[in-house]
Nanobody
């Protein structure tokens, strides 16, 4: 079984940067698409970014495009979310997710129900 563990969250000032990591343990996660989602209090979980298994395809929510960058290092079984020029509205719990049902796919899923494995989340708070 693959398990996902997020880290790197914390408190950051608006305009600053933060890098989130999602480490996979257990069986290799290399053939899976990975995604980042976030959920603010009182709101639904929303898509942030996704990357296919090889890192050749990425997708971003319009709200983070040009500010956030998703990447992966399959040798380290880790996916990253580099967050630059953060805004107070980026405050949320950030979750990484894996689509382990489709292997070696070029797809970069955007919907939560397209992912079947989730981490526990890491809190990101952006102060104004």
């Amino acid at each position: 079984q693959v398990q996902l563990v997020e880290s790197g969250g914390g408190l950051v000032q608006a305009g600053g940067s933060l890098r989130l990591s999602c480490a996979a343990s257990g069986r290799t996660f290399k053939p899976y698409a990975m995604g980042w989602f976030r959920q603010a209090p009182g709101k639904e979980r929303e898509f942030v970014a996704a990357i296919n298994w090889s890192g050749t395809n990425t997708d971003y929510a319009d709200s983070v495009k040009g500010r956030f960058t998703i990447s992966r290092d399959n040798a380290k079984n880790t996916v990253y979310l580099q967050m630059d020029s953060v805004k107070p509205e980026d405050t949320a719990v950030y979750y990484c997710a894996a689509d382990t049902r489709r292997l070696f796919s070029v797809r970069v899923p955007r919907k939560p129900d397209e992912y079947n494995l989730w981490g526990q989340g890491t809190q990101v708070t952006v102060s104004s």
